[in-house]
């Protein structure tokens, strides 16, 4: 059951926008160019969630944990990025249900932010083609701060933006380190079955509610009102 809060951030990849057919296009356009096999979309899924950086990283070793050979990495890193600087929105979309539910969020008069660990260069872009950027007051992504979500950070200078306490405050994203961040900040968090958890099922991460769709967020509150 969630309470009423005052201000709600909203995660980007996974939550917003479904943005793992332009990310597994990426990697796999990377991994040709270095000689390498490529991995296909639904492997990629599972590796999204933590930034570019630790995509190419998973992408690289092909699984989750562990690290490539450096010299590799660096090799790969600035073609990845020069890839997705040009195929940020070409594949992806938003979710079902995203629009009206952000429509439904904005009429209600909620104070909106966005928190996402993906880089600025890539997040305003995406934002804005997909048709979101003008929703938030905030905008905060990967490289906004010193650090990133799973760290409360991000979460807590939002809090500072819109003078909200954190316990009126409601993060809605969709893996186990938007709930980290959300539980480390005093946020609530509720989280959306969809999203890239590295395949594991995120009630498992107890958020405080669960959603197939953000056009049940706004009856979820209705009903803490």
Avoid at 94 to 99: D, F, H, I, S, T
Avoid at 115 to 139: E, M, R, Y
């Amino acid at each position: 059951m969630l309470n009423v809060p005052e201000m709600i951030l909203i995660d980007v990849d996974g939550t917003l926008v479904d943005s793992v057919p332009d990310l597994a296009y990426c990697v796999d356009e990377m991994m040709k160019q270095i000689g390498q096999p490529v991995h296909g979309e639904a492997r990629v899924r599972e590796w999204v969630g933590n930034g570019v950086e630790r995509l190419v990283r998973r992408a690289l070793i092909g699984q989750l944990e562990g690290e490539p050979g450096e010299a590799l990495f660096q090799q790969a890193y600035p073609i990845f990025m020069d890839l997705y600087a040009e195929n940020t929105s070409k594949r992806s979309c938003l979710y079902p249900g995203v629009r009206e539910g952000m429509d439904a969020l904005i009429r209600a008069g909620y104070k909106l932010g966005c928190v996402t660990n993906k880089a600025a260069q890539f997040t305003i872009p995406l934002l804005k083609d997909l048709g979101l950027h003008d929703d938030f007051a905030i905008i905060i992504s990967g490289d906004t701060l010193e650090k990133k979500k799973p760290d409360p950070m991000p979460l807590l200078h939002a809090a500072e933006f819109f003078a909200v306490d954190a316990a009126k405050a409601l993060m809605i994203g969709d893996s186990v380190s938007d709930v980290k961040a959300a539980r480390a900040a005093g946020f609530q968090i509720a989280c959306m079955t969809y999203g890239y958890n590295h395949g594991d099922d995120i009630r498992d991460s107890n958020p405080d509610a669960v959603m197939d769709s953000m056009e049940e967020l706004i009856v979820l509150l209705d009903k803490a009102a």
